[in-house]
Each structure stands twice: as C-alpha cells, then as structure tokens.
C-alpha cells in the first residue's frame, strides 16, 4: 500500500473550517484515499474516502488534487468535538476478501480552540 | 444499533500470565479484525476474519498471540506468556464487506493492556 504523509499536529479555531493534508505521492491508479479519526479513548471512525472526485458527506469533504498525489481534509465548522487524531490512508478497491487490512500511520493530532 | 463491544476494557496482568480478549462485533458482519496501538503511534494490523475463516494472521507478533473466531461472531484474541512489550491497546473492528462497496470498518473501544 502507498505510503502516506501528514502533518504531526495542527490547531484550528471553533468555528473556522479545519483543512487537513495528505500527501500520497505513490499511491496507484486503483488505490482509494481513505479518512479515520479517533477521539480520545475510542476506536478509529470512518469518515469519508474518495478514488478521484471531490468528495462531500454529512462530515467532511475531500479535496484529492488531479494527479492524485496528494489531498485535504476539509471539516467546514470545526467544533471542540472534533478533536481527534485524523489518519489518512490509501487501500486498494475491494476486489477480493483478504484485502481490506488498513495501514495507519501516525496521524494528525487536531487540536480545536475555544 | 449495538457498536463493536470489547471486554474488559482494562487489563492488567504480570509478566507471564496469558490474557484473553474478547471482541462482539456488530451482528451480521462477516469481516473482523483485530488491530494493536501503541502509546502515541497508529493502529497496526494484527489478523483477519472472514467468517470463521482466519485468512490472513501476517501481524500477529508471535507464536504467542492467537486469535479465533469460532462460530464466525465473537471472537477472542489470546496473548500467552505476556511481556511487557505486549502492552498496548488492542482494538477490534468489524464490516460488512460483503455488502459494502468501500472499506469502512466499525471499530470497538479497545482494550487496554498493561503488563507489569
């Protein structure tokens, strides 16, 4: 699976959207960029995940530049409760059972201001 | 609807002892996973189910850990001979792959295991 890169820590103010990096310059044609969090002392969570398109749900949107090297994470209002860890990470389509294991790295600590 | 439950929650065992964790994924999904976290690092894969069927363990650590799932629900992760090294949090996930087009998995609490 492509390696992924993201900023170790950011902070955004209450209110004001919170745009989150990625950078994943090998990831391959086929390959999906997926978004985690995960709030303190709980499990990750699924937030949105995109091939190419822009993507928008009742969460976030996700920018993903054309050649696919890199993308945001846009949360439009943050709120405190959106602090959290946010992982980027790129999985191969579900073709097959087996190959659905996600590849986290570190992370993104987001941290919202009052 | 019921999440992805773990239990306990917290475990603290000495050195040596064996420990059992369980997983009560959401009813219905087929796939299940067991994931470790270390303090301050990302969740690192540790095996898979489909089913009953373990088809993929490449994570597991050692011949310690052994993880099943025998009536293709619950499912228990087994650590023997704890070690220090061993303590993390240990989270499971759970999908309905089969029904699901995208990777989305519903992830338990996790629980955390101290070894003294």
């Known amino acids: 699976d492509a390696k992924t890169t993201q900023p170790t820590s950011m902070d955004c103010a209450e209110g004001r959207a919170a745009n989150l990096p990625c950078n994943h310059s090998t990831i391959s044609g086929n390959e999906y960029v997926y978004w985690y969090r995960q709030i303190h002392s709980q499990g990750p969570q699924y937030i949105i995940h995109?091939?190419?398109n822009n993507e928008t749900n009742e969460m976030a949107s996700l920018i993903i530049t054309e050649d696919r090297k890199s993308s945001t994470l846009i949360l439009p209002h943050a709120t405190l409760r959106d602090t959290a860890v946010y992982y980027c990470i790129v999985s191969p389509p579900l073709l097959n059972f087996g190959n659905e294991k996600l590849t986290f790295g570190t992370g993104t600590r987001l941290t919202i201001i009052p | 609807g019921a999440g992805v439950s773990q239990s306990p929650r917290y475990k603290v065992a000495k050195r040596g002892q064996d420990v059992a964790l369980r997983c009560d994924p959401i009813s219905g999904h087929v796939s299940l996973f067991w994931y470790q976290q270390a303090l301050g690092q990302g969740p690192e894969f540790l095996t898979y189910f489909q089913n009953e069927a373990q088809l993929d363990k490449s994570g597991l650590p050692s011949d310690r850990f052994f993880a099943e799932r025998p009536e293709g629900s619950v499912s228990t992760l087994k650590i023997q001979r704890t070690q220090q090294e061993d303590s993390a949090v240990y989270l499971c996930?759970?999908?309905?792959?089969?029904?699901?087009?995208?990777?989305?998995?519903?992830f338990g609490p996790g629980t955390r295991l101290t070894v003294l």
């Open positions: 995109g091939l190419k």
């Open positions: 996930a759970s999908s309905d792959r089969d029904r699901r087009s995208y990777n989305e998995q519903f």
